[in-house]
């Protein structure tokens, strides 16, 4: 479904290249999560947390 809303908003340029990048870190985070939580230090969610929330205004 990622790869099919990518290819959309690309194909239409619903969203600027900097906010695609943006999405993308967050879909690669989003997979870390999911299938590598034991890689995934609680360090890196806090600060991601307090400094990047904003990502999704």
């Known amino acids: 479904m990622i790869d ?3 290819h959309l908003i ?3 340029g619903w969203i ?3 906010d695609a990048a943006r999405f993308a870190l967050m ?5 870390r999560l999911v299938h590598l ?3 995934v230090s609680d ?5 991601i947390l ?5 990502d999704f205004r």
Do not use: P, Q, T
């Open 27 to 31: 879909a690669r985070f989003r997979n």
């Open 16 to 18: 600027s290249a900097s």
């Open 37 to 39: 939580y034991e890689e």
């Open 43 to 47: 360090e890196e969610v806090y600060r």
């Open 10 to 12: 690309a194909r239409e």
């Open 50 to 54: 307090h400094e990047d929330l904003g």
């Open 4 to 6: 099919l809303a990518n």
